[in-house]
């Protein structure tokens, strides 16, 4: 039972058991008096009333259930104290105005009717039934605010959420691609005096193209990378090393076996975003996608020939999207991101996930 629906139910119960406790107080003092008829069937209809509306509580039933019992304490005092519950459910169905509003007419209705009872002025009744009424305000008031505010945050939260996923996905998958095509373009520009040669650099640049075109349709409706859309976790990782806009091969270590889709979908786009820094900033001449399964595990290493960089400095890439997605994708499944690199050495990128944690 979550908490608001233990709070409701708390509620309710107190409700009738003080209507329960002010009717045989009533009947105690009162058995006989003209006035028993009318507080009798005031009391059923009170808590027909209340129970056949709890599951709606519409402000039309609160309505309902305030005048019966507005027209029961005027006949029987005893009943004020029922008004406690009333209170909470006026707070938590009302905006806070009329809420408000309802909490001070109906206090002032209890202490008219406890002073009743006293045959008099008395300081304690008057007092308690305002300052219960005041508190119970504030506690249901500040627990609304809060949970707007809660609510707003985690409205904030998704929002950021989805930016940082679009960018990832951006950097990842059309970055590298849009990359490719312009070293492709770039390439049929400086063969033009060879047309084969030229035209062969344009159609892969279409290629490229066509595959940018429907990751950017998949990335719109959060999908797996079109990579695998029909094919195995290997292959995806070879049709993302044909297009890298650089040599790279992929190898594979140990038994393939089918992986969770959201961990497939990582590895597609670590490799995307690891062949991407090698290529726009390592000045990379090639690489290597190496994908070994472990048994609690499995590890994607790409590895280029770059210049590297000290790993005391700020790697490349780091700056940007490019190393910060990658490692926020591999602990997003409570794995982990290395990089290995040295000046004049290359860059090895290393994403561990541990397969029994994997979502």
Request: aromatic share 4%; charged share 20%; no cysteine.
């Given at each position: 039972?979550?908490?608001?629906?233990?709070?409701?139910?708390?509620?309710?119960?107190?409700?009738?058991?003080?209507?329960?406790?002010?009717?045989?107080?009533?009947?105690?003092?009162?058995?006989?008096?003209?006035?028993?008829?009318?507080?009798?069937?005031?009391?059923?209809?009170?808590?027909?009333?209340?129970?056949?509306?709890?599951?709606?509580?519409?402000?039309?039933?609160?309505?309902?259930?305030?005048?019966?019992?507005?027209?029961?304490?005027?006949?029987?005092?005893?009943?004020?104290?029922?008004?406690?519950?009333?209170?909470?459910?006026?707070?938590?169905?009302?905006?806070?105005?009329?809420?408000?509003?309802?909490?001070?007419?109906?206090?002032?209705?209890?202490?008219?009717?406890?002073?009743?009872?006293?045959?008099?002025?008395?300081?304690?009744?008057?007092?308690?039934?305002?300052?219960?009424?005041?508190?119970?305000?504030?506690?249901?008031?500040?627990?609304?605010?809060?949970?707007?505010?809660?609510?707003?945050?985690?409205?904030?939260?998704?929002?950021?959420?989805?930016?940082?996923?679009?960018?990832?996905?951006?950097?990842?998958?059309?970055?590298?691609?849009?990359?490719?095509?312009?070293?492709?373009?770039?390439?049929?520009?400086?063969?033009?005096?060879?047309?084969?040669?030229?035209?062969?650099?344009?159609?892969?640049?279409?290629?490229?193209?066509?595959?940018?075109?429907?990751?950017?349709?998949?990335?719109?409706?959060?999908?797996?990378?079109?990579?695998?859309?029909?094919?195995?976790?290997?292959?995806?990782?070879?049709?993302?090393?044909?297009?890298?806009?650089?040599?790279?091969?992929?190898?594979?270590?140990?038994?393939?076996?089918?992986?969770?889709?959201?961990?497939?979908?990582?590895?597609?786009?670590?490799?995307?975003?690891?062949?991407?820094?090698?290529?726009?900033?390592?000045?990379?001449?090639?690489?290597?996608?190496?994908?070994?399964?472990?048994?609690?595990?499995?590890?994607?290493?790409?590895?280029?020939?770059?210049?590297?960089?000290?790993?005391?400095?700020?790697?490349?890439?780091?700056?940007?999207?490019?190393?910060?997605?990658m490692r926020a994708r591999a602990q997003q499944l409570g794995g982990r991101l290395t990089v290995e690199s040295a000046p004049g050495q290359g860059t090895v990128i290393s994403a561990a996930i541990p397969l029994e944690t994997a979502p």
């Open positions: 039972m979550t908490d608001a629906r233990w709070l409701a139910a708390a509620m309710h119960s107190a409700f009738f058991l003080l209507v329960l406790a002010s009717a045989i107080r009533y009947l105690t003092r009162h058995e006989g008096t003209s006035l028993a008829p009318w507080v009798i069937t005031l009391t059923a209809a009170l808590v027909v009333a209340y129970g056949v509306g709890i599951r709606s509580q519409s402000r039309l039933w609160l309505i309902a259930v305030l005048a019966i019992w507005v027209v029961l304490v005027v006949l029987a005092p005893s009943f004020a104290w029922s008004a406690i519950p009333l209170f909470v459910t006026g707070l938590r169905t009302l905006p806070t105005g009329p809420a408000l509003g309802l909490v001070g007419v109906v206090t002032a209705l209890v202490v008219v009717s406890q002073n009743r009872l006293a045959d008099g002025f008395d300081p304690n009744l008057t007092i308690v039934p305002i300052a219960i009424a005041v508190v119970t305000a504030a506690v249901i008031t500040f627990m609304r605010r809060q949970t707007v505010r809660l609510r707003e945050s985690e409205r904030r939260a998704g929002v950021l959420a989805e930016r940082h996923r679009v960018s990832r996905d951006i950097h990842d998958a059309l970055a590298q691609g849009l990359s490719s095509q312009a070293m492709l373009l770039q390439a049929a520009d400086q063969a033009w005096d060879r047309p084969e040669l030229a035209r062969e650099h344009l159609r892969s640049a279409l290629r490229v193209g066509a595959g940018n075109l429907s990751e950017a349709r998949r990335l719109v409706q959060d999908l797996a990378p079109a990579d695998l859309a029909d094919a195995t976790l290997d292959e995806a990782l070879r049709a993302v090393a044909g297009r890298a806009g650089l040599p790279a091969e992929v190898r594979v270590d140990g038994t393939s076996r089918q992986l969770p889709e959201r961990v497939q979908s990582a590895l597609v786009r670590i490799a995307q975003g690891a062949l991407a820094n090698a290529l726009e900033h390592a000045d990379a001449g090639r690489a290597v996608v190496t994908l070994t399964y472990l048994d609690d595990q499995v590890v994607l290493d790409v590895a280029d020939d770059g210049r590297g960089f000290a790993l005391k400095e700020q790697p490349p890439g780091e700056r940007g999207h490019g190393l910060p997605a």
